[in-house]
């Protein structure tokens, strides 16, 4: 597919999003902030309050007309998601407050109770410290030892290091998907095969890969799967465990609560069935309606499409940061096809801070963030204190990278002036 094929994708989509039809300082609101959360569609802003303005009530607990509307619309929820990422089935999907939850309950719930002194954790330097810290914790208390994957000369997974690194006390092998700051996509189902291989499990960080590829849990053979439902056109405050069905009957409760029982006695409980076993207390009904609305809103484009548009656009954007002498890069360039990387770019500008440049491109009504995007050992290991980085979704548009170009032109040529 080309890009005059698939550039109208944008134009299909743009008034499903009224936040970007709006001014920033006077100028059209270029959103290129998407890597951090995305913008979210009618159809999800309607689920939302059609949810709290006619069915509004607790799940799972009343057998009243309102508490089973939402009852079902919440479990069809599940559904929509396990098909989405191609579960086996929709017991081994969990919903969490957001994927940093679904990584801490499997820290804690299979960690905790199954690593030994000696045990090795197999983790990249590309981390989102949402991946960091949880296993960190882990190490600390059970005396497992955490060991790092490093990056190749083109800063992608070090795959011949991974098999170096990787032996029979391998327990767990956590990586990301998509790195949200180099945008490589990491050969995820070649380490989990060296991973079972070993005997070791693994649990992948999706956050930048689902919103914006297709993404089969079951081709990729992961153990755990975490996804934020902000990040893919839902609301915040809700995300998802993907787990193998087996291995998450074998973990025990993360919290205790209401809705993850069976019984409850004054001395001792027993536990619900997956996925109930883990989600304690009353869950966020309403944004997890939505969460569905988004699967479905994204289905229906199509994630192929929204991939191969995405490419394109990347291309693109890298081609004309590539023109910019000051512009430095980081993460892999793209291949011909872009199949290499995500649609986002990392990038210093020598002299000019990153929160400056912000400042400046914000005044242009252009959104991109700055600073090291929880990934500081990563900032660490490249020699940088901070990035800037553009991210798009498939609502972007050539001509709002055009413009981003400008700006970023203009921003440092005024910064130059100074400087001289």
């Known amino acids: 597919?080309?890009?005059?094929?698939?550039?109208?994708?944008?134009?299909?989509?743009?008034?499903?999003?009224?936040?970007?039809?709006?001014?920033?300082?006077?100028?059209?609101?270029?959103?290129?902030?998407?890597?951090?959360?995305?913008?979210?569609?009618?159809?999800?802003?309607?689920?939302?309050?059609?949810?709290?303005q006619g069915y509004n009530s607790n799940v799972h607990r009343?057998?009243?007309?309102?508490?089973?509307?939402?009852t079902d619309a919440y479990e069809a929820a599940r559904d929509k998601v396990a098909a989405f990422i191609n579960a086996?089935?929709?017991?081994?999907?969990?919903?969490?407050?957001?994927?940093?939850?679904?990584?801490?309950?499997?820290?804690?719930?299979?960690?905790?109770?199954?690593?030994?002194?000696?045990?090795?954790?197999?983790?990249?330097?590309?981390?989102?410290?949402?991946?960091?810290?949880?296993?960190?914790?882990?190490?600390?208390?059970?005396?497992?030892?955490l060991k790092f994957v490093e990056l190749t000369d083109t800063q992608e997974f070090d795959l011949e290091q991974f098999k170096s690194l990787i032996s029979d006390k391998t327990k767990l092998v956590a990586t990301?998907?998509?790195?949200?700051?180099?945008?490589?996509?990491?050969?995820?189902?070649?380490?989990?095969?060296?991973?079972?291989?070993?005997?070791?499990?693994?649990?992948?960080?999706a956050c930048q890969s689902v919103p914006h590829l297709p993404v089969d849990v079951q081709a990729?053979?992961?153990?755990?799967?975490?996804a934020s439902g902000h990040k893919m056109c839902a609301p915040t405050g809700i995300g998802f465990l993907y787990g193998k069905l087996e291995l998450l009957r074998s973990m025990p409760p993360f919290l205790g609560g209401g809705e993850m029982i069976a019984d409850v006695y004054l001395d001792h409980s027993t536990y619900a069935d997956l996925p109930h076993k883990f989600e304690a207390g009353t869950?966020?009904?309403?944004?997890?309606?939505?969460?569905?609305?988004?699967?479905?809103?994204?289905?229906?484009?199509?994630?192929?499409?929204?991939?191969?548009?995405?490419?394109?656009?990347?291309?693109?954007?890298?081609?004309?940061?590539?023109?910019i002498p000051e512009v430095q890069l980081y993460g892999p360039k793209p291949n011909a096809d872009a199949s290499n990387r995500a649609a986002l770019a990392a990038f210093t500008t020598g002299a000019v801070h990153p929160n400056d440049l912000s400042t400046l491109l914000d005044q242009e009504g252009i959104a991109i963030r700055t600073g090291h995007h929880c990934t500081q050992p990563l900032h660490r290991y490249l020699g940088v204190s901070a990035t800037a980085r553009a991210s798009l979704y498939?609502?972007?548009t050539r001509e709002e990278i055009d413009a981003f170009i400008v700006?970023?032109?203009?921003?440092?040529?005024f910064f130059g002036g100074m400087l001289n």
């Not at 936040?19 to 270029?30: E, M």
């Not at 009343?62 to 939402?70: C, K, R, T």
């Not at 990729?220 to 975490?226: A, Y």
């Open 220 to 226: 990729l053979d992961c153990d755990w799967l975490v």
């Open 394 to 396: 498939f609502y972007n």
């Open 88 to 145: 086996a089935s929709r017991n081994e999907i969990v919903f969490t407050r957001n994927a940093s939850e679904a990584i801490n309950l499997v820290a804690y719930s299979w960690g905790m109770n199954t690593l030994m002194p000696g045990d090795e954790i197999i983790l990249t330097v590309m981390e989102h410290h949402s991946n960091l810290v949880p296993w960190q914790l882990v190490s600390q208390r059970t005396g497992a030892v």
């Open 62 to 70: 009343g057998v009243h007309a309102l508490s089973a509307l939402a």
């Open 283 to 323: 869950p966020a009904i309403g944004e997890a309606i939505a969460l569905g609305a988004a699967v479905d809103y994204l289905t229906r484009i199509g994630m192929d499409k929204i991939h191969a548009y995405e490419q394109e656009l990347t291309l693109y954007l890298f081609e004309k940061l590539m023109q």
């Open 1 to 52: 597919m080309t890009f005059t094929q698939e550039r109208t994708l944008a134009a299909q989509v743009r008034a499903d999003f009224p936040i970007l039809d709006q001014q920033v300082y006077g100028k059209p609101l270029i959103y290129l902030d998407n890597a951090a959360t995305s913008q979210k569609p009618t159809a999800v802003l309607e689920a939302l309050q059609d949810y709290y």
């Open 407 to 413: 700006a970023l032109k203009e921003t440092l040529d």
């Open 176 to 205: 990301v998907h998509v790195s949200n700051t180099l945008g490589c996509i990491n050969p995820v189902q070649e380490i989990a095969a060296i991973a079972h291989r070993h005997g070791a499990r693994v649990l992948l960080d």
